[in-house]
């Protein structure tokens, strides 16, 4: 949310802002669709739209276009080849993307202070509008240039569960926080110095772990890492929720104690193809050491299964 905080922030201070929204992306387009940046006429800006050579030529004009009080929304093609006549971005990844150009002002402040809030559910961009929408879609509509429009559901932040709120958890915490996930925290010890420490995490949960599964309901767009302080609470914890449904699960742990875990969840019932969901040994293998590169190897695998 900080391109639009960025935007409130200047509107309300008298500067006019371009806002330039990534519609569409194709093949290796750098900048996908919902990305924005927010260029203000004091040149200051926020965001990206993929970077590079495009992005700096599209920042230039955007800041053209502010002190020619521009105040119409248009579409801008941008293909990343050498072979289109007009419209080369400057780079040759391939593909192509579509950016939509907003020109708002003090007149656009009601709009932007209830997509910061959350009041509203998703904003649409037309030619001709841009407003925000008492119900929730995602969707890009094309006929062409003059005929289009981009609707996006406000909330959009990913959700991460890490149970156990230890150093990993800490450091796992701080580095979700920085990609933009909404972190919820889990741990049945009270007056941890690790969670009274955690100020990246949006909830804390002192739990028992016996009745986890009543915060962590199915839900497939969410993630959940388990990292508790040993094997006994971690086998409390997954034999409750192996069989929901997530975007990922993953589990911290030795190989020993995980081919201890599974074959003892294998013994009480639990088929193979539940178990092969859980992403264990977690992480992308970087040789981790220290609890920072342990969480920068989940960060990635997550990533990873979140841009699959």
């Not at 407003?131 to 995602?138: G, S, V």
């Not at 009270?190 to 309901?217: D, G, P, R």
């Not at 264990?280 to 050491?289: A, D, E, K, R, Y």
């Amino acid at each position: 949310m900080s391109v639009w905080n960025f935007i409130e922030n200047k509107l309300q201070h008298n500067h006019n802002v371009m806002l330039l929204f990534v519609a569409e992306s194709i093949g290796s387009s750098p900048g996908k669709a919902g990305f924005l940046l927010a260029v203000a006429n004091d040149d200051s800006f926020n965001g990206t739209i993929g970077g590079g050579i495009m992005e700096y030529k599209l920042v230039e004009k955007a800041k053209s276009l502010l002190q020619q009080n521009h105040q119409t929304i248009f579409l801008q093609e941008q293909y990343h080849d050498k072979t289109h006549a007009k419209n080369q971005s400057g780079m040759i990844c391939s593909g192509s993307q579509k950016i939509i150009f907003i020109p708002l002002s003090e007149k656009n402040l009601t709009t932007i202070h209830s997509i910061n809030n959350q009041t509203k559910k998703s904003f649409s961009i037309t030619p001709n509008s841009f407003k925000t929408n008492d119900f929730e879609l995602t969707e890009w509509k094309y006929v062409d240039e003059n005929n289009w429009q981009y609707t996006q559901n406000i909330i959009q932040q990913n959700v991460i569960h890490i149970i156990g709120g230890g150093h990993c958890g800490l450091a796992l915490s701080a580095l979700m926080n920085f990609l933009g996930f909404y972190i919820h925290i889990y741990d049945d010890r009270e007056n941890l110095n690790t969670m009274e420490e955690n100020y990246y995490a949006h909830k804390k949960h002192l739990v028992h772990y016996e009745n986890i599964n009543n915060y962590l309901k199915t839900s497939d767009k969410d993630y959940v890492v388990l990292m508790t302080i040993g094997y006994r609470t971690d086998k409390i914890i997954l034999s409750q929720i192996i069989t929901n449904t997530y975007h990922y699960l993953g589990l911290l742990g030795s190989p020993k104690k995980i081919d201890t875990l599974f074959t003892e969840l294998k013994q009480e019932g639990i088929s193979i193809h539940i178990l092969n969901k859980v992403h264990t040994p977690i992480g992308i293998n970087i040789n981790s050491q220290t609890t920072q590169e342990i969480a920068v190897s989940i960060a990635a695998e997550i990533i990873k299964v979140k841009n699959a």
